[in-house]
T-cell receptor, first 109, second 114 residues
Framework: NAGVTQTPKFQVLKTGQSMTLQCAQD?????MYWYRQDPGMGLRLIYY???????DKGEVPNGYNVSRLNKREFSLRLESAAPSQTSVYFC????????FGPGTRLTVL | GENVEQHPSTLSVQEGDSAVIKCTYS??????FPWYKQELGKRPQLIID?????GEKKDQRIAVTLNKTAKHFSLHITETQPEDSAVYFC?????????????FGQGTILTVHP
């Protein structure tokens, strides 16, 4: 039972490049979430998925897209990365979002 | 939308002292209030939570209190130890029992000096 896993752990992109952050959970949770964490700003919700096949915007969705591939997997895509998207990204799952993945540290140059 | 304010931003205590972190929320519909501990470079981990139908909850050295009328809730850590040093986040959710969208406070850096 791995809980919530994320890949990659670290990534450096150039402005304008695209990438997908992967998240998977093996706890059979319906709900999954993507947060970003910036210094002094806590965690902010980007997108969430209340159940397989549904996604919805959170507080800071601009510049991101998501896909709920199946019940286990929820991916976050940056189509054209910007320096303002430099952050640590956390995926979470459970009915109330309390289980977090290990995070992806993304730097956009 | 919901807004959560957390104070203080930094807190320094001596080992054995108590620590209190306070949060206020804006949306009276919020009904779930978790607290997370995050060590440097690690993921946030849920340490205690409280629902709106309860005023206080304890788990060993940590406790959370909720005042729905005033819309604030607090984390209390007694007999602090150096390993309690971390960043603590409060959060609030207006989600129902099936899912929740958490709004986080800005975090409190707690340092416990031996």
């Amino acid at each position: 039972n791995a809980g919530v896993t994320q890949t990659p752990k670290f990534q450096v992109l150039k402005t304008g490049q695209s990438m997908t952050l992967q998240c998977a959970q093996d706890m059979n949770h319906n709900s999954m979430y993507w947060y970003r964490q910036d210094p002094g700003m806590g965690l902010r919700l980007i997108y969430y998925s209340a159940s397989e096949g549904t996604t919805d915007k959170g507080e800071v969705p601009n510049g991101y897209n998501v896909s709920r591939l199946n019940k286990r997997e929820f991916s976050l895509r940056l189509e054209s990365a910007a320096p303002s998207q430099t952050s640590v990204y956390f995926c979470a799952s459970s009915e109330l979002g309390e289980f977090f993945g290990p995070g992806t540290r993304l730097t956009v140059l | 939308g919901e807004n959560v304010e957390q104070h203080p931003s930094t807190l320094s205590v001596q080992e054995g002292d108590s620590a209190v972190i306070k949060c206020t929320y804006s949306d009276s519909a919020s009904n779930y209030f978790p607290w997370y501990k995050q060590e440097l470079g690690k993921r946030p981990q849920l340490i205690i939570d409280i629902r709106s139908n309860v005023g206080e909850k304890k788990d060993q050295r940590i406790a959370v209190t909720l005042n729905k009328t005033a819309k604030h809730f607090s984390l209390h850590i007694t007999e602090t130890q150096p390993e309690d040093s971390a960043v603590y986040f409060c959060a609030a959710s207006t989600g129902g029992t099936s899912y929740g969208k958490l709004t986080f406070g800005q975090g409190t850096i707690l340092t416990v000096h031996p």
